[in-house]
């Protein structure tokens, strides 16, 4: 009898030692599948720059529902729900090839992306999928998380992205400032869909405090971004600066910075009327 409890604590002690290595087999598990995706990143990201014939090929194997690599990406965001560092660049890989596929569809409407989704993921893999991503999205105590999420739902289009998730990622706006630059790219495409997306998106930019910093960011674009995104910023901005109450949309210095590029730019678009 007395030897009740040693033994019993000895199996305890022997099974918390094998789930502890359990768990240290996992991690190691998880960290070399985010290595793997992020090298991925990378490849992606070089062949969009470099942009040569053999690049383009590999970019379409990509692409092609028949390669194996999309429906990966999508499973590792299924099973992996507890370890962020994946999601994030599994999230972030996915956006990428989402991109590419849209942009290789010719006169493409704003939902073509949720096409492409489930062209490349399988009809039941993008429906188990998309829950997952509106839900990450949502979620506020895993922000980079829910930030990549919305670069995701940025490509899927309006039908993915529903007005009602501007307040949250005027949140993100607040709560990582450091990914303005990202979440920027969100509200442009937002706003290129138009009608209740737009305006829910200028309406909520002028009643959150995070309308502040998106007009902050929206001014670096004006000043140093290419022609079409420039002119989408332009009207994004305007657009709020329209809207009742949006007087005390931009700080002291991005008033400054905003009469400095109408002073410049002004004069060298005057025979250009849009």
Known sequence: RSSGPAVAGSRSHAMASELREVNSMLQAKVEEKREFVQTFIRSLEKALANNGHQDRQW?????DPSDPCFQTLIKLLIRYKDFVSLRCVALRAVQIILRIATQMVPGSEPNVGMRCLKELAGEQLASEVFPEILCMAERSDEPHTASNAFLVLAELGPKALAPRL??????????????ADDLVEVALRVHSWGGKSRDALLGTAVAHPGGKLLCEVLLQVINRADAHRRMRAVKVLAGCLLLPNSEDLL?????????????RELPNHARDAP
């Open 166 to 179: 501007m307040t949250r990622l005027l949140d993100l706006f607040v709560a990582l400032p450091e990914r």
């Open 59 to 63: 970019l379409r194997k990509i692409i």
């Open 251 to 263: 700080y002291t210095n991005d008033i400054r910075v905003l009469v400095e590029i109408l002073l």
